[in-house]
């Protein structure tokens, strides 16, 4: 019994209709009790006021942006090194999830920016880098529906998220080296000692919780949707050549 | 290898179109901004750097898909695939013919246009400095992109969108390079950046475009 027995796409489909509901029940609680919780309950910020609490919307999806890439440069390596379909159809899955996510925490940084800053966007390196990431996103989706031949498509888009994965890093690097920042440091991390303040911070990991299982359920549903669509091409093929 | 890095630079000379192009493109980029911008020297000064820099980007992006696409169409790239050299050297070769080509003569006329864009005569050396440099990368990442996108009809859109990304740390590191010379204040940290994203680019991304080529051509 191991974790790549998963990769034929039956036992896949199989496992992930059991997980599935889970997976939506999680995200529904994580998110409900996060956001409530956090829109409702919480105290206005002493000096940001009620604006702070963008910070529901605008942190785990930032982290899910970042995540879902670190997912599809896994995913894809797995697809070239072992070539199991599944893996490459996640990676393709979670691309459009991927670039809402990224989307989303532009959006909500932007909203958040005006107030805060004075301005809906600032050259700043993170939000220069996170617009980066944005259109690195992009040209993988195009490049994915540009291309016919779905193992030919899996095998270029492969090798674009592992040469993009190392330009991100660079131009991460390079915004940096740029231009001085306005957003501030990491509120969040494992091994500070200060983090956000606890009465933002509780209903904050409810969210990202929430927000995590969201991501696994959206990349679920689009991989089994793929799965399926790939199976109606097959269908059809065999049908025509009768 | 040189038989073909001649057969490229003849190709490219000869057979018209490209190499005279991304120039008049870069020319036309120049002379567009101050249009748009205003007359004002000291204005036109001061974003020179990034036009010149953007201008040669662009000027280059707008040529790559003529690295493989031709060869692509008419099979010269199959014989290639099975002659001698190894395809990951077929494609340094090619890259490196497209800099010549295109990224060499961008680096020349680069100085005259920054003329045109209100730059004294001690700065240009190091607009010359950081485009030398920095170019050569531009082609070896676009030789990437370019066949990524070898396949696919009228791929060149696709292709601008997969490169203009992959394009962003040279772009800043080399445009740094040229602003912080003109300022006099030591550049010496991105140049030294910049040599390293040219020489990486060449000699890893080569591998990488060479890789999914195969792909391309199986």
Redesign the interface.
């Known amino acids: 019994m191991s974790l790549w027995e998963y990769a034929n796409p039956v036992k896949f489909l199989k496992l992930s209709d059991k997980v599935l509901p889970f997976f939506v029940g999680f995200s529904i609680i994580g998110l409900s009790i996060g956001l409530f919780w956090g829109f409702f309950f919480t105290p206005d910020d002493y000096r940001q006021g009620s604006t702070v609490k963008i910070i529901y919307l605008h942190v785990p999806s930032a982290l899910m942006a970042i995540n879902a890439w670190f997912m599809m440069l896994v995913a894809s390596l797995i697809w070239l090194v072992r070539r199991h379909h599944v893996s490459a159809l996640a990676a393709k899955a979670a691309a459009p999830v991927g670039v809402t996510m990224t989307m989303v925490a532009l959006v909500t940084g932007a909203l958040w920016g005006q107030p805060m800053w004075g301005t809906w966007w600032a050259w700043d390196p993170r939000l220069t880098s996170f617009l ?1 990431l944005f ?2 996103y ?2 993988y989706i ?2 994915w529906s ?2 016919d031949n779905p193992d ?1 498509a899996a ?2 888009t492969s ?2 998220c ?3 994965s190392v ?1 991100a890093i ?2 991460r ?3 940096n ?2 231009n001085q920042g306005l957003h501030q440091g990491a509120s969040l991390s494992l091994d500070k000692e200060k983090n956000v303040a606890d009465v933002f911070y509780q209903p904050l990991l409810f969210s990202i919780f929430g927000f995590v299982f969201l991501f696994l359920t959206l990349v679920l549903i689009g991989t089994r949707t793929e799965i399926r669509l790939r199976r109606i091409e097959a269908l059809r093929l065999r049908k025509d050549s009768e | 290898m040189i038989a073909l890095l001649q057969r490229d630079l003849l190709l490219a000379v000869r057979a018209g179109g490209g190499f005279g192009l991304g120039v008049a493109f870069f020319l036309i980029v120049v002379v567009l901004v101050p249009l748009g911008i205003g007359p004002d020297m000291v204005i036109l000064s001061k974003v020179s750097v990034g036009v010149l820099w953007v201008g040669a980007l662009l000027a280059c992006v707008l040529s790559l898909d003529r690295i493989f696409s031709l060869d692509y169409d008419d099979g010269t790239l199959e014989l290639l695939l099975t002659s001698p050299i190894p395809l990951e050297a077929v494609v340094t070769i090619k890259a490196f013919s497209h800099w010549i080509t295109t990224g060499l003569p961008l680096v020349v006329i680069s100085p005259i246009l920054g003329l045109l864009l209100g730059l004294q005569v001690s700065d240009l050396k190091w607009v010359v400095i950081s485009l030398l440099i920095g170019t050569p990368a531009l082609s070896a990442i676009g030789a990437f992109g370019a066949s990524l996108t070898v396949g696919i009809r009228r791929g060149g859109l696709l292709l601008s969108l997969l490169v203009l990304p992959l394009y962003v740390p040279t772009l800043i590191f080399g445009a740094n390079v040229a602003s912080k010379g003109l300022e006099d204040v030591s550049n010496n940290g991105a140049l030294l950046i910049l040599t390293a994203v040219t020489l990486a680019a060449f000699s890893i991304l080569p591998f990488a475009s060479a890789f999914v080529l195969r792909i391309n051509l199986r």
């Open positions: 980066v259109l690195f992009l040209g195009a490049l540009a291309i030919t095998d270029l090798m674009l592992i040469v993009g330009f660079l131009s690097y390079a915004v080296f740029w």
